[in-house]
Protein backbone atom coordinates (compact mmCIF):
# COMPACT_ATOMS: atom_id res chain seq x y z
CA UNK A 1 0.00 0.00 0.00
CA UNK A 2 3.02 2.26 0.14
CA UNK A 3 3.98 1.76 -3.21
CA UNK A 4 -0.08 2.98 -4.23
CA UNK A 5 -0.06 5.93 -1.87
CA UNK A 6 3.76 7.32 -3.27
CA UNK A 7 2.90 6.71 -6.68
CA UNK A 8 -0.13 9.19 -6.24
CA UNK A 9 1.38 11.88 -4.46
CA UNK A 10 4.34 11.94 -6.77
CA UNK A 11 1.59 11.86 -9.71
CA UNK A 12 2.85 9.41 -11.64
CA UNK A 13 -0.41 7.78 -11.44
CA UNK A 14 -0.22 4.05 -12.23
CA UNK A 15 -0.73 3.56 -15.63
CA UNK A 16 -0.55 0.29 -17.40
CA UNK A 17 3.12 -0.45 -17.27
CA UNK A 18 3.51 -1.43 -13.81
CA UNK A 19 6.07 -2.60 -10.52
CA UNK A 20 5.22 -6.68 -10.39
CA UNK A 21 7.61 -8.41 -7.85
CA UNK A 22 9.05 -7.11 -4.97
CA UNK A 23 12.29 -5.86 -6.57
CA UNK A 24 10.08 -3.75 -8.82
CA UNK A 25 8.09 -2.41 -6.39
CA UNK A 26 10.91 -1.49 -4.22
CA UNK A 27 12.98 0.16 -7.32
CA UNK A 28 9.75 2.49 -8.42
CA UNK A 29 9.52 3.48 -4.85
CA UNK A 30 12.97 4.76 -4.13
CA UNK A 31 13.32 6.12 -7.95
CA UNK A 32 9.88 7.97 -7.00
CA UNK A 33 11.19 9.18 -3.79
CA UNK A 34 14.18 10.52 -5.10
CA UNK A 35 11.99 12.77 -7.51
CA UNK A 36 9.98 14.32 -5.11
CA UNK A 37 13.16 15.32 -3.26
CA UNK A 38 14.81 16.40 -6.74
CA UNK A 39 11.74 18.57 -7.31
CA UNK A 40 11.07 20.16 -4.06
CA UNK A 41 15.35 20.87 -4.01
CA UNK A 42 14.48 22.62 -7.47
CA UNK A 43 11.90 24.41 -5.70
CA UNK A 44 13.45 25.39 -3.26
CA UNK A 45 16.72 26.58 -5.16
CA UNK A 46 14.46 28.95 -7.30
CA UNK A 47 12.88 30.84 -4.13
CA UNK A 48 15.69 31.63 -2.40
CA UNK A 49 17.04 32.65 -5.74
CA UNK A 50 13.68 35.51 -6.29
CA UNK A 51 14.00 35.90 -2.09
CA UNK A 52 17.72 37.19 -2.30
CA UNK A 53 16.93 39.21 -5.99
CA UNK A 54 13.93 41.03 -4.16
CA UNK A 55 15.76 41.52 -0.72
CA UNK A 56 18.75 43.07 -2.87
CA UNK A 57 16.57 45.48 -5.05
CA UNK A 58 14.97 46.12 -1.51
CA UNK A 59 18.19 47.45 -0.33
CA UNK A 60 19.01 49.03 -3.49
CA UNK A 61 15.87 51.09 -2.81
CA UNK A 62 16.64 52.07 0.50
CA UNK A 63 20.14 53.51 -0.47
CA UNK A 64 18.45 55.46 -3.10
CA UNK A 65 15.41 57.04 -0.76
CA UNK A 66 17.91 57.56 2.24
CA UNK A 67 20.12 59.61 -0.52
CA UNK A 68 17.01 61.23 -1.84
CA UNK A 69 16.50 62.84 1.92
CA UNK A 70 20.05 63.55 2.31
CA UNK A 71 19.87 65.70 -1.07
CA UNK A 72 17.32 67.36 -0.39
CA UNK A 73 17.82 68.13 3.36
CA UNK A 74 21.56 69.44 2.39
CA UNK A 75 19.61 71.05 -0.48
CA UNK A 76 22.17 69.74 -3.45
CA UNK A 77 21.97 71.60 -6.48
CA UNK A 78 19.61 69.30 -9.35
CA UNK A 79 22.59 69.41 -11.64
CA UNK A 80 24.78 67.71 -8.91
CA UNK A 81 21.62 65.06 -7.86
CA UNK A 82 21.22 63.65 -11.15
CA UNK A 83 24.86 63.18 -11.49
CA UNK A 84 24.86 61.28 -7.62
CA UNK A 85 22.00 59.11 -8.81
CA UNK A 86 23.15 58.69 -12.44
CA UNK A 87 26.72 57.41 -10.22
CA UNK A 88 24.60 54.88 -8.04
CA UNK A 89 22.80 53.89 -10.43
CA UNK A 90 25.75 52.67 -12.89
CA UNK A 91 27.65 51.33 -9.57
CA UNK A 92 24.54 49.15 -8.46
CA UNK A 93 24.34 47.34 -12.01
CA UNK A 94 28.07 47.04 -12.24
CA UNK A 95 28.43 45.30 -8.94
CA UNK A 96 25.16 45.06 -6.75
CA UNK A 97 27.41 44.23 -3.47
CA UNK A 98 30.03 47.54 -3.63
CA UNK A 99 28.77 48.84 -0.27
CA UNK A 100 29.50 45.58 1.25
CA UNK A 101 32.61 45.47 -0.72
CA UNK A 102 33.54 49.05 0.08
CA UNK A 103 32.22 48.21 3.80
CA UNK A 104 34.64 45.17 3.83
CA UNK A 105 37.52 47.43 2.36
CA UNK A 106 37.16 49.85 4.83
CA UNK A 107 37.35 47.52 7.13
CA UNK A 108 41.02 46.45 6.72
CA UNK A 109 44.38 47.40 8.43
CA UNK A 110 45.35 51.01 7.53
CA UNK A 111 48.61 49.08 5.82
CA UNK A 112 46.81 46.97 3.59
CA UNK A 113 44.03 49.62 2.85
CA UNK A 114 46.49 51.44 1.52
CA UNK A 115 48.26 48.47 -0.23
CA UNK A 116 45.23 47.46 -1.88
CA UNK A 117 44.30 51.40 -3.08
CA UNK A 118 47.78 51.67 -4.54
CA UNK A 119 47.15 48.36 -6.40
CA UNK A 120 43.98 49.62 -8.15
CA UNK A 121 45.49 52.85 -9.24
CA UNK A 122 48.52 51.23 -10.41
CA UNK A 123 46.17 48.94 -12.83
CA UNK A 124 43.79 52.18 -13.68
CA UNK A 125 46.73 54.05 -14.41
CA UNK A 126 48.37 50.44 -16.49
CA UNK A 127 44.98 50.63 -18.36
CA UNK A 128 45.20 53.90 -19.86
CA UNK A 129 48.71 53.86 -20.55
CA UNK A 130 47.85 50.71 -23.12
Do not use: W
Not at 51 to 70: G, P
Amino acid sequence: SLYFVCATLSTVGYGDIHAETSLEFAYCFVLMLLGAGVFASVISTISNMVDSSSSMKKQQQQQLTALHEFVEYHEVPQELQHRIKAFLYYNMDEDPNRSETISLIRSLPSSLNTELRAHMARRIVDRGSK
